[in-house]
Every structure is written in structure tokens, then in C-alpha cells.
């Protein structure tokens, strides 16, 4: 079993930054695919941002490239979404998401394990 705990998220204006952590355990963090996704209200959840497992390829949905980052530490057991340039559209509860099959993935149906969100809230 690998747990998954988020943090980070918070109240911020349009044009602010925040820095997300998702914290894993219960397997070797190197040997995990990761990816963030998002579900604002009335919406489905969609892909954010992955990165595979040693941290060599990243991949972004194009509503956020150019203002998220995502990284990882293996030494930390832990993955970073560091968004810049926030917007109200950018609202939404964000998961983190670890995948032991593949390197890297934006499939939802692919994640093996979620964690339990992190509410982010961008005022116009």
C-alpha cells in the first residue's frame, strides 16, 4: 500500500503562487510514477502534470504549462507542483496521484493510489 498525503493548498489572488507537496510511503519512492490532477466544482477530475520516476520527463496539460512546475525529491519521498501565475480557472481540489506500473502517465485510470486532495482557491 502507498499512502499519499497533500499539502500546500490555500487562499491565494490571481497572480500568486503556491507550492504543492504530496508526501508518500509505504513503498520506495523512486519506483513510483507521479501526477497531479484536479477537480473544480462541477467538473470532472483532469490531468495536471506528471513526472516519471526518477524525475528525467515531465509532462503538463496545456492549460498549465508555462506556469506549473511539477519536481520531485526521492530523497524526501516526496513530489512538488510549484504553480505560478494563478488564475481563478485554476480553482479546484488537487491530488496527487503514484503509479507502480509505468514510468510516467496522464492516464487517470492508470493511478494505482490517490491521496485525499488539497483545496486551491484563486480570487479575481
Known amino acids: 500500500q502507498v499512502q499519499l498525503v497533500e499539502s500546500g493548498g490555500g487562499l491565494v489572488q490571481a497572480g500568486g503562487s503556491l507550492r504543492l507537496s504530496c508526501a508518500a510511503s509505504?513503498?520506495?519512492?523512486?519506483?513510483?510514477?507521479m501526477g497531479w490532477f484536479r477537480q473544480a466544482p462541477g467538473k470532472e477530475r483532469e490531468f495536471v502534470a506528471a513526472?516519471?520516476?526518477?524525475?528525467?520527463?515531465?509532462i503538463y496539460a496545456d492549460s498549465v504549462k508555462g506556469r506549473f512546475t511539477i519536481s520531485r525529491d526521492n530523497a524526501k519521498n516526496t513530489v512538488y507542483l510549484q504553480m505560478n501565475d494563478l488564475k481563478p480557472e485554476d480553482t479546484a481540489v488537487y491530488y496527487c496521484?503514484?503509479?507502480?506500473?509505468?514510468?510516467?502517465?496522464?492516464?487517470?485510470?492508470?493511478?494505482?493510489?490517490w491521496g485525499q486532495g488539497t483545496q486551491v482557491t484563486v480570487s479575481s
Open positions: 509505504g513503498r520506495t519512492f523512486s519506483t513510483l510514477a
Open positions: 513526472i516519471s520516476r526518477v524525475g528525467g520527463r515531465t
Open positions: 496521484a503514484a503509479d507502480i506500473l509505468r514510468s510516467i502517465t496522464t492516464a487517470q485510470s492508470e493511478y494505482d493510489y
